[in-house]
């Protein structure tokens, strides 16, 4: 995605000088190293709650911890996370 026609028109609209060639390869590279990880809802909560189990505090703070350590080994310095 190349945003340097959208940051000359918005620049234009909002009469603020026009953006250097950094700004705009700067810009284009924080949307080009995004890794998103998208999340199922339903699973996501089934991890967590296990067949709609009643849970101790204690369970549930383990079915958590469980989810976030699946999550860590598919993160990197710039993966989101979104729930679908």
């Not at 190349?2 to 705009?24: A, E, F, G």
């Not at 089934?46 to 849970?55: S, V, Y």
Request: one cysteine or more; a positive charge.
């Amino acid at each position: 995605m190349n945003i340097k026609p959208l940051l000359k028109r918005l620049s234009k609209n909002l009469n603020c000088p026009t953006p250097t060639p950094q700004l705009i390869e700067a810009i284009n590279k924080l949307f080009v190293d995004i890794k998103i990880v998208k999340l199922n809802k339903d699973k996501l909560a089934n991890e967590l709650f296990k067949q709609n189990e009643l849970l101790t505090f204690e369970q549930i703070r383990k079915s958590f911890f469980d989810v976030l350590n699946d999550l860590e080994k598919q993160k990197g310095d710039e993966t989101r996370f979104k729930i679908d």
